[in-house]
């Protein structure tokens, strides 16, 4: 690269099993991670100085008061939450999202932050607003919604801007993150080719949790939901996907964008199985009413720094919610209850720091 890195850098990642030796190997050694253990201490992790690793004991001592509701982010993706938050009390410049999984290529980390030295930016937009990452007409990252594979997201047009990016989310291959019922009747490419090295989004993206970098302000309105339950179906997979929505819709009416492309890590867990398909079944369902609260919510939030406004989105999405209570099955709404109070949870544990 062409360029000084002048960013304070922390990669972050949710571990629920000791990651592979690749992984490890190709982990960037210059740069602090910081581990959120979900295995409870069973880690086998390197001895390295600037690997910070929170078991639950250490998880109970940073959050207090809040550890209790914490618990039910505990054996899910979203359980990283808490490594932003550190990431961002630590006054990290930029905060690395990684997998234990996802092994990092050669420039993983100039690849992410260069994104954000550019004055000007290729954009990539379409009619309905919404962009598929992987650029095909079969294959659609997960996340996407069924009813937008259409024409209208299919036919792209790129344009230049001189926005900010604040958050560039990498792509994957070997195993590449696509909705597990898609998976059943073929199987799937193990990688796709990328017509961009990097372009930024006039609408919206899928936005998978398992290889970005973020800019430290955004990280108060950047919020994995936790997992719920519809009856006896556990809903899950969905953490990052419905925490990006809102993400990119308060990253809009702030004037940022949200990029994607390289870095491309090497996916090495396959996730497709029933379960997997039995956790992503209601995503599908609810993801049109769980929309359609968050697009209310957010048009009443006035442009401000991201921790306001997402403290005003929680509000309103609580107050939106209600409005709808009797104008859907009452599973749903419940649900939506437990997911609104865990985006106030989320605000109160900013508002503490």
């Given at each position: 690269?062409m360029?000084?890195?002048?960013?304070?850098?922390?990669i972050?990642?949710?571990?629920?099993?000791?990651?592979?030796?690749?992984?490890?190997?190709?982990?960037?050694?210059?740069?602090?991670?910081?581990v959120?253990?979900?295995?409870?201490?069973?880690?086998?992790?390197?001895?390295r100085?600037?690997?910070?690793?929170?078991?639950?004991?250490?998880?109970?001592?940073?959050?207090?008061?809040?550890?209790?509701?914490?618990?039910?982010?505990?054996?899910?993706?979203a359980?990283?939450?808490?490594?932003?938050?550190l990431?961002?009390?630590?006054?990290?410049d930029?905060?690395?999202?990684?997998?234990?999984?996802?092994?990092a290529?050669?420039?993983?980390?100039?690849?992410?932050?260069?994104?954000?030295?550019?004055?000007?930016q290729k954009?990539?937009?379409?009619?309905?607003?919404w962009?598929?990452?992987?650029?095909?007409?079969?294959?659609?990252?997960?996340?996407?919604?069924?009813?937008?594979?259409?024409?209208?997201?299919?036919?792209?047009?790129?344009?230049?801007?001189?926005?900010?990016?604040?958050?560039?989310?990498?792509?994957?291959?070997?195993?590449?993150d696509?909705?597990?019922?898609?998976?059943?009747?073929?199987?799937p490419?193990?990688?796709?080719?990328?017509a961009?090295?990097?372009?930024?989004?006039?609408?919206?993206i899928?936005?998978?949790?398992?290889?970005?970098?973020?800019?430290?302000?955004?990280?108060?309105?950047?919020?994995?939901?936790?997992?719920?339950?519809?009856?006896d179906?556990?809903?899950?997979?969905?953490?990052?996907?419905?925490?990006?929505?809102?993400?990119?819709?308060?990253?809009?009416?702030?004037?940022?964008?949200?990029?994607?492309?390289?870095?491309?890590?090497?996916?090495?867990?396959?996730?497709?199985?029933?379960?997997?398909?039995?956790?992503?079944h209601?995503?599908?369902?609810?993801?049109?009413?769980?929309?359609?609260?968050?697009?209310?919510?957010?048009?009443?939030?006035?442009?401000?720094?991201?921790?306001?406004?997402?403290?005003?989105?929680?509000?309103?999405?609580?107050?939106?919610?209600?409005?709808?209570?009797?104008?859907?099955?009452?599973?749903?709404?419940a649900?939506?209850?437990?997911?609104?109070?865990?985006?106030?949870?989320?605000?109160?544990?900013?508002?503490?720091?």
């Amino acid at each position: 690269m062409m360029y000084s890195n002048p960013y304070k850098i922390a990669i972050t990642s949710p571990v629920p099993a000791t990651p592979t030796q690749k992984f490890l190997n190709a982990l960037p050694p210059k740069y602090d991670w910081i581990v959120i253990d979900d295995s409870n201490g069973k880690l086998n992790l390197l001895k390295r100085g600037n690997i910070f690793s929170y078991d639950y004991l250490r998880q109970k001592k940073v959050l207090g008061r809040f550890y209790d509701r914490f618990v039910d982010f505990h054996h899910s993706a979203a359980c990283r939450n808490l490594a932003h938050y550190l990431a961002y009390k630590e006054g990290y410049d930029v905060v690395f999202s990684l997998d234990y999984d996802c092994v990092a290529p050669r420039g993983f980390i100039d690849e992410h932050t260069s994104v954000f030295f550019r004055k000007k930016q290729k954009m990539i937009s379409s009619k309905s607003g919404w962009v598929n990452p992987l650029g095909s007409k079969k294959w659609f990252s997960r996340g996407f919604p069924y009813r937008e594979r259409r024409k209208e997201s299919i036919d792209v047009s790129v344009t230049t801007t001189n926005k900010r990016v604040v958050l560039n989310m990498g792509l994957w291959r070997n195993v590449v993150d696509i909705n597990a019922i898609d998976k059943v009747l073929s199987k799937p490419p193990k990688k796709f080719k990328a017509a961009y090295d990097h372009i930024s989004v006039n609408g919206f993206i899928p936005l998978c949790g398992m290889n970005n970098a973020f800019l430290r302000e955004i990280i108060p309105a950047y919020f994995f939901l936790p997992n719920f339950k519809i009856g006896d179906c556990v809903v899950s997979r969905h953490d990052d996907i419905w925490g990006g929505y809102i993400l990119q819709k308060l990253v809009h009416k702030r004037g940022d964008l949200i990029s994607f492309g390289k870095p491309v890590v090497f996916h090495e867990r396959e996730s497709y199985r029933p379960k997997a398909l039995y956790h992503e079944h209601y995503i599908h369902i609810l993801e049109p009413y769980f929309y359609e609260i968050v697009d209310a919510a957010v048009e009443k939030v006035k442009r401000n720094t991201y921790l306001n406004m997402f403290a005003d989105f929680s509000e309103n999405f609580e107050i939106e919610l209600k409005r709808r209570k009797g104008k859907m099955p009452s599973p749903y709404y419940a649900a939506f209850v437990y997911l609104s109070d865990s985006m106030n949870l989320w605000k109160q544990i900013f508002q503490k720091f």
